[in-house]
């Protein structure tokens, strides 16, 4: 029999949070103990933020069955393609055409995969952890051009805002159900900044017009892994950025999902491209594959996150 959330942790959890860890662990009763260890890690605070985002997500129509069905879809097809990068030592997918048609360009899987993700975010420790380090690091009192690329659920972009002084703010993402999911959850915590914020949705690459050194903070969070050229992206990160930017970007190591397309085997790779693109690493977090070191996760393939504060 599955147990409930409450039997889990001795923190308080929010209502919305409480209901949709019962209904995660009534389908999926496997996922106990990952959530037992994740609400170890997440703080009360926290969870009430996650609380916030479910009352949001349920104002636009998308209840909690809905929103575990989306957690529980990202758990589904991610351990599906581990089984596939343990059998093949690769990703299945390698082109951003191989992806496109049933990820990007499909509403109702990219909505559900986005607010999925954006329950990680929270749920999952190395996710909770690199959104910590935006937090810590994020300047809170410089103002200016802030450019988040490939914002997704759009979390990321609404919570600058709430910590930040940018002055204005650009959004660019590839697919459609992303761009509209950032314009909501903008428009719903955020409406005051109405006129100081753009969505465009196109490639980040395609994106020509903008003017070199103009950005104050360019953020791109679990993007780089997605493209076919990251060095591409990177260089063009280190040429839209002023001198002194922040810059913070992440991303992932031996971690299949549905539409990683590009795979590093090792953190040294990762690195060493990164630095070959005229960025400097200035804060890095490296975490390893739960209840491993980050030499065996990187010796026995396993997934490593990582979250960058680069500079040029
Ligand atoms: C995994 S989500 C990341 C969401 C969020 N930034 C985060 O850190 O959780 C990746 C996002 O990047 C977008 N994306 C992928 N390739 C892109 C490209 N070439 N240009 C702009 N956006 C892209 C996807 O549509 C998706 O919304």
């Known amino acids: 029999m599955s147990k409930t959330a409450a039997t889990l942790t001795d923190k308080t959890l929010p209502e919305n949070v409480s209901t949709l860890i019962d209904l995660i662990l009534e389908e999926n009763p496997m996922h106990n103990s990952f959530i037992q260890n994740a609400l170890g890690h997440v703080t009360e605070e926290e969870l009430s933020t996650l609380d916030s985002y479910l009352d949001f997500c349920q104002s636009k129509g998308q209840n909690l069955p809905y929103m575990a069905d989306a957690y529980l879809t990202i758990v589904g097809d991610t351990f599906r393609e581990q089984l596939y990068f343990m059998k093949h030592k690769e990703y299945r997918h390698k082109s951003y055409a191989d992806v496109a048609g049933h990820v990007y360009d499909d509403k109702d899987y990219m909505n559900k995969y986005m607010y999925g993700l954006a329950i990680t975010s929270f749920l999952w420790p190395n996710h909770l952890d690199m959104g910590r380090l935006f937090v810590e690091t994020m300047p809170q009192t410089r103002n200016g051009k802030y450019l988040d690329i490939g914002p997704g659920h759009g979390y990321y972009l609404m919570k600058a805002m709430e910590l930040g002084s940018f002055d204005e703010f650009l959004g660019i993402d ?69 001198d002194d930017a922040y810059i913070y970007v992440t991303t992932c190591i031996n971690a299949p999902a549905v539409d990683h397309i590009f795979l590093w085997r090792s953190t040294e790779e990762l690195e060493k491209m990164i630095e070959g693109t005229g960025l400097k690493i200035k804060t890095p977090l490296r975490l390893p594959y739960e209840g491993k070191t980050l030499e065996e996760s990187q010796a026995e393939e396993l997934s490593i996150n990582v979250a960058y504060v680069l500079e040029k």
């Open 174 to 242: 590839i697919s459609e159900a992303s761009i509209n999911q950032t314009g909501a959850i903008l428009d719903h915590f955020k409406p005051e900044f109405k006129e100081r914020f753009e969505l465009r949705l196109m490639d980040f690459l395609d994106a020509t017009e903008l003017e070199a050194g103009s950005f104050d903070a360019i953020v791109m969070g679990e993007v780089l892994e997605h493209v076919e050229q990251p060095d591409v992206f990177l260089k063009r990160i280190a040429e839209l950025a002023k």
